[in-house]
T-cell receptor, first 110, second 109 residues
Framework: DTAVSQTPKYLVTQMGNDKSIKCEQN?????MYWYKQDSKKFLKIMFS???????INETVPNRFSPKSPDKAHLNLHINSLELGDSAVYFC?????????FGPGTRLLVL | GEDVEQSLFLSVREGDSSVINCTYT??????LYWYKQEPGAGLQLLTY?????DMKQDQRLTVLLNKKDKHLSLRIADTQTGDSAIYFC?????????FGTGTRLQVFP
């Protein structure tokens, strides 16, 4: 009965590959987010979707493409992975003013 | 844009109180949050405070907000080893959370 879940938990891949990370929430929330946490633990928002519509896009390279097939899912596809994409990616969802985070996907680009 | 600052480290003895501080620049932040991140884990929402409040208490946690100085603090009473983690403050006036740099709390016996 996990509220916000992400798959995979770990992802190790080569530079130049394309990969996807999936997120699902069973809280019935309308809004979902992707955040990136770098090696210094700094957290920054990447995208926000409300009811399948893009609301926030924080100057993220267009190699990153979020997709929301329905309001319970927000996936993140990354093309042509670079070394600097190595980070922990967190999905979150919210209904009111509180955001609930998933466990994170640890991406390592070699 | 919003800038949120925290001290990087705090070390306390088990049973003492911990106070984690945060300063922010955007006075329009209507909600301010504290999240906890344990090693290898996601972010756990601990508590939040509306900007029209000065204080909020929730069991061992006390949040103090000084809007004039744009200063937020989290006090953990009777700190336990299980409280060792990184603590993030965050501000929001829309759906976008702006996180602080995180404070690593270490509790020693």
């Amino acid at each position: 009965d996990t509220a916000v879940s992400q798959t995979p938990k770990y992802l190790v891949t080569q530079m130049g590959n394309d990969k996807s990370i999936k997120c699902e929430q069973n809280l019935g929330h309308d809004t979902m987010y992707w955040y990136k946490q770098d090696s210094k633990k700094f957290l920054k928002i990447m995208f926000s979707y409300n009811n399948k519509e893009l609301i926030i896009n924080e100057t993220v390279p267009n190699r990153f493409s979020p997709k929301s097939p329905d309001k319970a899912h927000l996936n993140l596809h990354i093309n042509s992975l670079e070394l600097g994409d190595s980070a922990v990616y967190f999905c979150a969802s919210s209904q009111d003013k509180t955001q609930y985070f998933g466990p994170g996907t640890r991406l390592l680009v070699l | 844009g919003e800038d949120v600052e925290q001290s990087l480290f705090l070390s306390v003895r088990e049973g003492d109180s911990s106070v984690i501080n945060c300063t922010y620049t955007d006075s329009s932040s209507t909600y301010l949050y504290w999240y906890k991140q344990e090693p290898g884990a996601g972010l756990q929402l601990l508590t939040y405070i509306f900007s029209n409040m000065d204080m909020k208490q929730d069991q061992r946690l006390t949040v103090l907000l000084n809007k004039k100085d744009k200063h937020l603090s989290l006090r953990i009473a009777d700190t336990q080893t299980g409280d060792s983690a990184i603590y993030f403050c965050a501000g929001a006036n829309t759906d976008k959370l702006i996180f602080g740099t995180g404070t690593r709390l270490q509790v020693f016996p």
